[in-house]
């Protein structure tokens, strides 16, 4: 492992969770001009539901793949298997039982997640259809995360984008051809999560890689470092949701169905945005990992600071973006101008917090990639359950609509600075341990 690997890690992994990220926008561009505002709501209000099914498919995802890459680091290949195959028997059981409940009770759902009037239909067909292919879409985050730690990061960008293509497509088959509707854009969002698993899997059967498919065991062992490691994943990747869900219930009550429908628009740029970021945590994790089974400490620590400094350039540049070309590139979405104004406000406030999550983010991986995850959980629970919804509710409360979109501002400067100061913390105590070794 050496410092010439970051842009090879990190630049697949940015791609690749783009991709991710585009499978969201594409349906929103193309609901949005086919079906109209009250599919951009729908969808929108089945989104934290939808992200919850994505946090537990990366917990079990970023915990498996953090140990095995450290016991890959290790030359502890035996044990990498192991942990890799009960990472794979761990997301099938998840997903399939998952698949099944929420087939099953979708109209409750949509109604728990603040569905009403014509949204609820609209909200319950699109997680029924879209539930069907709840295991590819767990097990390609899964597989995408195993080809990067086995050293094939451009095969998960391939395989990924292979699916987003075919999306793209299949959004334009059914929704425009077929007029399929709302059920066409979950459809097509799922036969992509197909085609990405179909290209990732022979990695594991045929590859040259050291993980491969072997019909092994659930160990206890392994099940609770793959859940303890992924833990504070999980938190970090529920923060959007609970965000989304925090703000759909504040917007809908000061601006109404309308509101809901703008920021469904601002949330599929969200996504767009946050999987960049997120790419480039997910790209250091393997190396910050292999780093630490190797025992190559300044290697683990400049891998870190570089993704600090990466991240933040590009939360900088994407917020200059949207603020210049915000109007146009919510035209894209839908023309209401009732839409476009109320979503253009709402970005132009909401990009500022862009700063603060990207550097957060990579703190979390930081942490959790190095096997410090009461660290890492203390800043994804600050950020997912604590801060965020604190400030996302007080604010408006006190100061009205106008204060609608700082409180997640607020939120993520505030967990940037409990985080730089828990990392001060750290570093004073290994400099005071290391002069104490040597006296």
């Known amino acids: 492992m050496n410092k010439n690997k970051f842009y090879q890690f990190v630049i697949p992994s940015v791609c690749a969770s783009m991709v991710t990220g585009l499978y969201f926008v594409v349906d929103g561009i193309f609901v949005g001009?086919?079906?109209?505002?009250?599919?951009?709501?729908a969808i929108n209000l089945a989104v934290p539901f939808i992200c919850i099914l994505t946090a537990v498919a990366m917990m079990i995802a970023m915990g498996g793949a953090t140990i095995t890459s450290i016991f890959i680091g290790q030359g502890n290949d035996k044990k990498a298997v192991h942990s890799f195959m009960?990472?794979?028997?761990?997301?099938?059981?998840?997903?399939?039982?998952?698949?099944?409940?929420?087939?099953?009770?979708?109209?409750?759902?949509?109604?728990?997640?603040?569905?009403?009037?014509n949204l609820l239909s609209l909200t319950s067909d699109y997680l029924r259809y879209y539930i069907l292919f709840g295991v590819f879409f767990c097990m390609a985050m899964v597989l995408a995360a195993?080809?990067?730690?086995?050293?094939?990061?451009?095969?998960?960008?391939?395989?990924?984008?292979?699916?987003?293509?075919?999306?793209?497509?299949?959004?334009?088959?059914?929704?425009?051809?077929?007029?399929?509707?709302?059920?066409?854009?979950?459809?097509?969002?799922?036969?992509?999560?197909?085609?990405?698993?179909?290209?990732?899997?022979?990695?594991?059967?045929?590859?040259?890689?050291?993980?491969?498919?072997?019909?092994?065991?659930?160990?206890?062992y392994y099940v609770l470092e793959i859940l303890r490691r992924g833990i504070p994943e999980l938190i970090t990747q529920m923060s959007q949701p609970i965000t989304i869900f925090c703000y759909n219930l504040i917007v809908i009550q000061y601006l109404g169905n309308m509101g809901v429908s703008a920021f469904s628009v601002v949330c599929y740029l969200l996504t767009l945005v946050f999987s960049i970021f997120i790419g480039v945590s997910d790209?250091?994790?393997?190396?910050?990992?292999?780093?630490?089974?190797?025992?190559?400490?300044?290697?683990?620590?400049?891998?870190?600071?570089?993704?600090?400094?990466?991240?933040?350039?590009?939360?900088?540049?994407?917020?200059?973006?949207?603020?210049?070309?915000?109007?146009?590139?919510?035209?894209?979405?839908?023309?209401?101008?009732?839409?476009?104004?109320?979503?253009?406000?709402?970005?132009?406030?909401?990009?500022?917090?862009?700063?603060?999550?990207?550097?957060n983010m990579i703190f979390t991986t930081y942490h959790l990639a190095s096997k410090r995850t009461s660290k890492a959980l203390v800043i994804a629970s600050l950020r997912s359950f604590v801060v965020n919804v604190a400030f996302i509710f007080l604010l408006p409360s006190v100061f009205g609509r106008q204060a609608l979109w700082t409180g997640i501002i607020a939120a993520e400067a505030a967990v940037t600075a409990i985080a730089v100061l828990m990392m001060k913390r750290k570093l004073k105590s290994q400099a005071y341990k290391a002069t104490a070794a040597e006296n």
């Open 33 to 41: 001009r086919g079906i109209g505002s009250s599919g951009l709501g």
């Open 86 to 117: 009960n990472s794979i028997f761990l997301v099938l059981i998840f997903s399939a039982v998952m698949t099944i409940i929420s087939f099953l009770f979708s109209d409750s759902i949509a109604m728990i997640l603040g569905a009403k009037g």
């Open 146 to 220: 195993f080809v990067r730690n086995d050293g094939s990061p451009r095969l998960g960008l391939v395989g990924m984008a292979a699916g987003a293509i075919s999306n793209v497509f299949l959004d334009w088959l059914f929704i425009f051809v077929f007029n399929m509707g709302i059920h066409g854009a979950a459809i097509a969002s799922g036969l992509g999560q197909v085609i990405s698993c179909m290209i990732m899997l022979p990695h594991f059967i045929v590859g040259k890689g050291r993980l491969k498919l072997k019909l092994l065991p659930l160990k206890k």
């Open 283 to 359: 790209g250091i994790q393997p190396l910050i990992s292999r780093s630490v089974g190797e025992g190559k400490k300044e290697l683990e620590q400049y891998f870190f600071r570089k993704g600090i400094v990466i991240n933040f350039l590009l939360a900088l540049s994407l917020y200059a973006v949207l603020l210049l070309f915000g109007k146009p590139i919510i035209h894209i979405f839908n023309r209401e101008p009732a839409l476009v104004r109320l979503a253009s406000e709402s970005l132009s406030v909401y990009g500022i917090s862009f700063l603060f999550a990207a550097v």
